[in-house]
């Protein structure tokens, strides 16, 4: 097993402060290697970062048709939103369509972080609901998935046959039997996989096409499509999936997942990356993805978006300019 | 150089989803190692973990004393405060006391990180001001010391006289020249040192006694005393330093700094404690000086200080237990 690659340095000053190393991989879709640093077959816990993975039976199985589904409802299932009123308002529209509500969602409260919508909250004495959880929209999925299998209303549980579907679709666009499962943030079942098998999956949708005969490529299709239309329902304002999205124009669909977790799909490119922080930090995360898509080509360093995460200065309480994060040496 | 040690582990279910490296030294007052892990002499920031060290010409210098500070206010003097009215409250009367105001501190305005103060702050539309920032107090300090020695209100330039004698003690205490200094997050200059001469600082502070010739000792001690007497104004109700200080019930004063770093001191033991996260994550941080301190006898691993940083359960947004931060195998 090859070790940890150091990837993101934490600069104050003339020092490089702190260090962050991780595993990352580009793969094609059978799984071949394009490059990778670290160690490609590093067990992980994709968290939200397979989203998209986990909308599949939804899509596949005819559910979402068969509720009417649009693209911003598949936007929403591949999300991990901020809990904005855009998020909310459409999430409660589409539990009403089904004679559903928030009661029905399994996922647990979480506090808006949209900042205007949680000072609302707190200045008008209003408690979070489950609809404000940043995975709601994957629980929406996961309900209407449930709905049109006609199975009971315990949809997180591991034997559930939405989970049974996701775990299906998710070993096969992986490539690799899941050895282990855990309790998500959300509290839906997250399964382990080989950081190769993330990137696998990834390039399963970079490569898949509206015209397909598989229902499974359709659906991948479908779910990029809907991630690259809707960069703004997938994340929210100010976040790193939408305005990474939007910085790259269609070239690539990324998506976070927690614990410095990182997954981007690369149409034009037919690739799929995966990278997993070893010590779980967003902002190593967000920037070692910023450098992967500015390495394939699919990102401008000087971009706003890209220069956020990398490069671009670190300001202290006073707004004087203390430091800087930077890719490490032979990263990227 | 020695790699960084494995010191922390985050479960989730049964695997270890991330994982946190670092550095720790204990050492006695003349910087002898006592125990170590990774590398002693790793060059590092200390950020606010040595804010007891930039308070020893304040106390020293009789500055202190002719300013009639209390324990109250040596103790907001070592503080990262969460700005909780009860900070900000005795901050307001210091600067007030010497016909100073927020205006004249050079720290920058920072939320309140106490919720209910902030989320107060929030509802009446009131700004944050200068008092709110987690070093308010140091910089109370620095223009206290900066008063009595006659200088400008410059306080945090460089060549400020309030910063020559930082600098002074600082070298003294870890036994080194810093090789480096850098702009804090307060704007304040931070001095980087070896870990090990953090520690050995941490180690004088613990050696120093109330009767003794040297007037640094005496301020050594009369700054631990006040940090061991006021846990609730060296950070803030919840945070790590208060309740580790009040858990350990006297044997360790203990102080966080920004980026993963804590170091501690043990006066019952004569030792000094320094810990850098290579990743500079607090929650691995907070995990491993409460390890060192259970190590070396200070704290029970019972208490709930103690279990809410190492093995307590990480509970998710419906309440259920999903995981536990563990020390890795080898550490402490």
Request: aromatic share 4%; glycine share 10%.
């Amino acid at each position: 097993m090859a070790h940890p690659a150091d990837m993101v340095e934490i600069w104050r000053g003339r020092m490089v402060e702190s260090r962050h190393r991780g595993h990352a991989v580009i793969c094609d879709s059978r799984g071949g290697i394009v490059a990778c640093w670290g160690d490609p077959e590093a067990l992980i816990l994709p968290r939200s970062s397979c989203k998209m993975i986990q909308a599949l039976p939804l899509v596949e199985s005819g559910a979402a048709d068969a509720a009417g589904l649009t693209t911003e409802h598949l936007a929403l299932a591949c999300a991990s939103h901020q809990g904005a009123p855009v998020h909310v308002g459409k999430l409660a529209r589409w539990l009403e369509s089904m004679g559903l509500s928030e009661a029905d969602l399994r996922c647990g409260s979480q506090p808006s972080r949209d900042r205007a919508e949680r000072n609302r909250m707190i200045c008008a004495k209003e408690a979070p609901n489950q609809l404000y959880n940043n995975c709601s929209g994957k629980h929406a999925g996961f309900l209407t998935l449930g709905r049109h299998l006609g199975a009971g209303p315990d949809y997180v549980e591991i034997d559930h046959p939405v989970q049974v579907a996701v775990r299906a679709a998710f070993e096969e666009v992986t490539g690799m039997a899941s050895p282990a499962h855990v309790v998500d943030g959300c509290s839906a079942p997250n399964f382990a996989t080989g950081l190769r098998g993330l990137a696998r999956a990834m390039a399963v949708f970079a490569t898949a096409r509206s015209d397909a005969a598989d229902a499974r490529a359709r659906a991948a299709w479908r779910l990029t499509q809907a991630m690259l239309a809707h960069p703004d329902l997938v994340a929210g304002d100010g976040r790193a999936c939408t305005e990474l999205m939007r910085a790259t124009e269609g070239k690539a669909a990324v998506k976070t997942g927690a614990e410095g977790v990182f997954a981007a799909i690369l149409p034009e490119k037919g690739l799929g990356v995966a990278l997993k922080i070893e010590d779980g930090a967003t902002r190593a995360s967000e920037a070692a993805i910023t450098g992967l898509l500015v390495h394939m080509g699919a990102l401008d360093p000087a971009h706003p978006a890209a220069r956020r995460r990398l490069g671009g200065p670190i300001t202290n309480w006073r707004g004087i300019a203390t430091g800087a994060v930077r890719l490490a040496a032979g990263f990227a």
